[in-house]
């Protein structure tokens, strides 16, 4: 099983930046595809964006052209570039190791981080 662990979270303000990082160790993290999620208070756990192992990529369709995934194969090392935040992207984002199913099927996703906490201020 996969160790993953998320940092980068903060508090910013609505248009800000923030950068998030998911240190993988444990597993061959160039063999697997990713994901991250977020979970805002009282709502489900949602999908927001995947990579695979080649660094193909996709995203949520409210998080499309602010948000960028990307990948460091070399430092076993995952990302999340959000840019133009918005109030509504505050919420506990998550890393995970992507194994089956479609990418944004929680099921198919086989370890997670515990999360980082992203608060945007209006």
């Known amino acids: 099983q996969g160790h993953l662990v998320e940092s980068g979270g903060g508090l910013v303000q609505t248009g800000g930046s923030l950068r998030l990082s998911c240190a993988a160790s444990g597993f061959s993290f160039d063999s697997y595809s990713m994901g991250w999620f977020r979970q805002a208070p009282g709502k489900e756990r949602e999908w927001v964006a995947w990579i695979s192992t080649i660094s193909t990529t996709t995203y949520t369709d409210f998080v499309k052209g602010r948000f960028i995934i990307s990948r460091d194969n070399t430092n076993n090392t995952l990302y999340l570039q959000m840019d133009s935040l918005k109030p509504e992207d505050t919420a506990v984002y998550y890393c995970?190791?992507?194994?089956?199913?479609?990418?944004?099927?929680?099921?198919?996703?086989?370890?997670w981080g515990p999360g980082t906490q992203v608060t945007v201020s209006s």
């Open positions: 995970a190791r992507h194994y089956r199913n479609s990418a944004f099927d929680l099921s198919g996703y086989d370890s």
